[in-house]
């Protein structure tokens, strides 16, 4: 099983919906990310979370709003959502430690006609 | 604040050749970290390698290897004998010490390795 899991892999929805993007991990790490890809752009960090009760914006956060349901669990939503934020969607991990890599999900393609 | 540079949008070699992805820096803080990480066609993100502010040791695995010279804020990723299999994109990213651990990408190099 992956340690780092998103659901869905794929979604395809109309402007003006609302959507959620799930994020569960088994790695037991404090800290959670949410990450959005764009052809020729890289990825841009949305929000963070350090733990359960802290909450942090990122580069582009504008549109999208989280949750941290539990240390396993980093949710991202989208409340009306717009053409642009057609991107492919990255939740990492990370544990505490100053050098060590962020374990990222497989992604989630979103697709907003 | 922090800034990567990958200047090579896409690069295509044939099998066998070497090929070397270049990544350049910027940041203010003394201790920070690099890395590497690789996006074949199926999309997720494996991590490669990280290195620290303080270790410009050069690395090698296997057919991989990694330059590091803080002198230039470069951090360039050697693939030696290059292989059909190393096609994806590549990205190379910077955390500062003190940015809670925000990794900064850079805007990826496609690398397509012909047969």
């Known amino acids: 099983d992956a340690d780092v899991t998103q659901t869905p892999r794929n979604r395809i929805t109309k402007t003006g919906k609302r959507i959620m993007l799930e994020c569960s991990q088994t790695k037991g790490h404090d800290r959670m990310y949410w990450y959005r890809q764009d052809p020729g752009l890289g990825l841009r960090l949305i929000y963070y979370?350090?733990?359960?009760?802290?909450?942090n914006k990122g580069e582009i956060s504008d549109g999208y709003s989280v949750s941290r349901q539990a240390q396993a669990k980093f949710s991202l939503s989208l409340e009306s959502a717009i053409p642009n934020q057609t991107a492919l969607y990255f939740c990492a991990t990370s544990d505490t430690s100053a050098n060590q890599p962020q374990h990222f999900g497989d992604g989630t393609r979103l697709s907003i006609l | 604040a922090q800034k990567v540079t990958q200047a090579q949008t896409e690069i295509s070699v044939v099998e066998k050749e070497d090929v070397t992805l270049d990544c350049v820096y910027e940041?203010?803080?003394?201790?920070?970290?690099l890395f590497w990480y690789k996006q074949p066609p199926s999309g997720e993100l494996v991590f490669l390698i990280r290195?620290?502010?303080?270790?410009?040791q050069n690395e090698i695995s296997g057919r991989y290897s990694w330059n590091f010279q803080k002198s230039t804020s470069s951090f360039n990723f050697t693939i030696t004998a290059s292989q059909v299999v190393d096609s994806a994109v590549y990205f190379c990213?910077?955390?500062?010490?003190?940015?809670?651990?925000?990794?900064?990408f850079g805007s990826g190099t496609q690398l397509t390795v012909l047969p």
């Open positions: 290195r620290n502010s303080f270790d410009e």
């Open positions: 940041t203010r803080d003394t201790t920070y970290y």
């Open positions: 979370s350090f733990d359960v009760k802290d909450i």
């Open positions: 990213a910077l955390s500062e010490a003190g940015s809670a651990r925000q990794l900064t």
